[in-house]
């Protein structure tokens, strides 16, 4: 019985986010985190290609995390 309510409620605040969101997405808003702007991405590239540093140093100097840094470099190479 507690489990029928349980899965009740839940589809319930799922209905309401996804029309949430289509109420957002609407009046132009998106969502999402803000991608790294291109100087940054330019940084990173630099510092491994040609400052030679790992992507541990680069995530400390550039304030990024290493996934992040490495994703960078990742993606510069498919170019």
Known sequence: M????AELEAN???ERTKKGLEAARARGR???RPSLPDHKKR???F???EQ???GEEIAEQ???SR?????IIKESRKI
């Open 12 to 14: 319930l605040l799922s």
């Open 43 to 45: 940084e990173i590239k």
């Open 67 to 71: 996934s992040t840094v490495y994703r």
């Open 52 to 54: 030679k540093l790992s």
């Open 30 to 32: 998106k969502g999402g």
């Open 62 to 64: 550039t304030g990024v």
């Open 2 to 5: 507690m489990s029928a309510f």
């Open 47 to 49: 510092l491994y290609d």
